[in-house]
């Protein structure tokens, strides 16, 4: 009883104070590095605002969805001068790209998520958590009406000054015939809970003594539709599930088993230098994965896959005994609908400006999944480009007037910067050097038609960024950023020229910064891309992986559990009881 009632006051003792935890050094050590963390923020000490003070500065911020986006926007945003709502189905927050580990029980579901109350509870400033999912937004208004999900009844109405709008996105199915009805998917913690269940059930069902063999060697197939990461990752995992550890507790039904990529393009993991891609094919040829290219699959019956041969069209059935459907991301309904309020209708996703605001919406913002920024283009702005940069409004430009706004048009557009690097230009001097085709002075003047000649090829670089967390975390990071200095860049505004007006934009438009992608293939052996076009790919790649997924999880408990739970595999196995 004495050690019973000791613990308890210590449990108690850091729920009070959650400060105390600080006193808890963990390190984890991965790849030959040692990875240390400390938390920077602490609830206690927070500077209390007087209510009456409170009540007259504070704008409501509404942010829909706990994704990778809406939550690092949470865990950024240190201004306490915002009356913070959250709003969204799930009341945490997952770490979506260890889904594939939590499908063959390398990795436990609830290791991998943070409630989001323990998120925002850390705050200075004032967030308020609601399960509910929003089904309308009324940007004339300003309000958003949600539901509860609790019982799907009850509805409310919520007032906002700003609206982040992040619930990412659903899956696509391309409309294909039975895929909604019969395939799994795995973008949430319960799809990857059910394929856990399922591939055991697959497993327990073969080895029943009135099954056929035919029968049987159709339950142990499992498809995988989709070559890119997620389709890849989760071969790679439910290969290593079955060989190092199902077949040793199921070995009448080992020779079964039978694994098939299905991949509409030429090649798996096309996102990815070339060189990783081949190996990848190789290694997994070698491991007995039947990588399908070329196939689209045009129809999911209950037990049959039917697919369309890209070269000659011919259409041939495939027996399975699970399918995983893996194929991208489509639009939300709630999303569809806002996008035909405010005349985006024919677009695939929200659009926003370079500041990650809806085009058309002042105060409403969206990231990650749900929108893409539509970068405006050079030549739509050069004559106002020209105008600004003419000082003197003598009609011509000098290389020396030029100069003078390249930041700024950098700045403005990065496809002017991303055509000089691809040409290899130290700078806009050698660009109006290459327009004049010959050896450019100083003092040569350009005038309009030949400024437009020498940015004619710079648009040439715009590209999408792609759907992924990197991206929507970063973007979370930066729309914090722009609310925590909102008033201050009010007054003092920090962005680039306005060519189009007068003065400066408040805010430096949100840059992407690619650190690199990873491909786990199984067998302790991931492929890394790296800025810079720095390729790896084995063992020492699974360290590098498994030590910035463990820096990258959200909390100090998500490290100390995926950590624990890949030791827990490497001694005792993966767990194979359906739970």
Known sequence: MRSFSFYERVSRAFNDYPSLSKFLVVFTVSGGGLVAYAEANSTNGAPAIASSESENVKKKVVVLGTGWAGTSFLKNLNNPTYDVQVISPRNYFAFTPLLPSVTCGTVEPRSIVEPIRNIVRKKHSDVQFCEAECFKIDAENKKIYCRSTQNGKDEFVVDFDYLIISVGARV???????????????KEVEDAQRIRRTVIDCFERASLPNVSEEERKRILHFAIVGGGPTGVEFAAVLHD??????????????????????????HILNMFDKRITTFAEDKFGRDGIDVKTGSMVVKVSEKEISTKEMKNGQISVMPYGMAVWS??????????????QIGQANRRVLATDEWLRVEGCDSIYALGDCATINQRKVMEDISAIFSKADADNSGTLTVKEFREVIDDI??????????????????IFDLLKESKGDDTKESVELNIEEFKSALSQVDSQMKNLPATAQVASQQGVYLAKCFNRMEECEKNPEGPLRFRGTGRHRFRPFRYKHLGQFAPLGGEQTAAQLPGD???IGQSSQWLWYSVYTSKQVSWRNRVLVVTDWTRRFIFGRDSSRI
């Open 172 to 186: 696509n199915t391309f409309n294909t015939p039975g895929v909604e009805e019969h395939c799994h998917f795995l």
């Open 241 to 266: 599930f079955v060989k190092e550890d199902l077949v040793t507790l199921y070995p009448r039904v080992k020779d079964q088993v039978k694994i098939t990529l299905l991949e509409a393009g030429d």
């Open 534 to 536: 720095w390729v790896s």
């Open 327 to 340: 194929t991208g991301i489509g639009t939300r309904p709630i999303i569809v609908d806002f996008m035909k």
């Open 410 to 427: 950098c700045e403005r557009y990065p496809q002017v910067e991303l055509y000089l690097k691809k040409k290899q230009m130290s700078d």
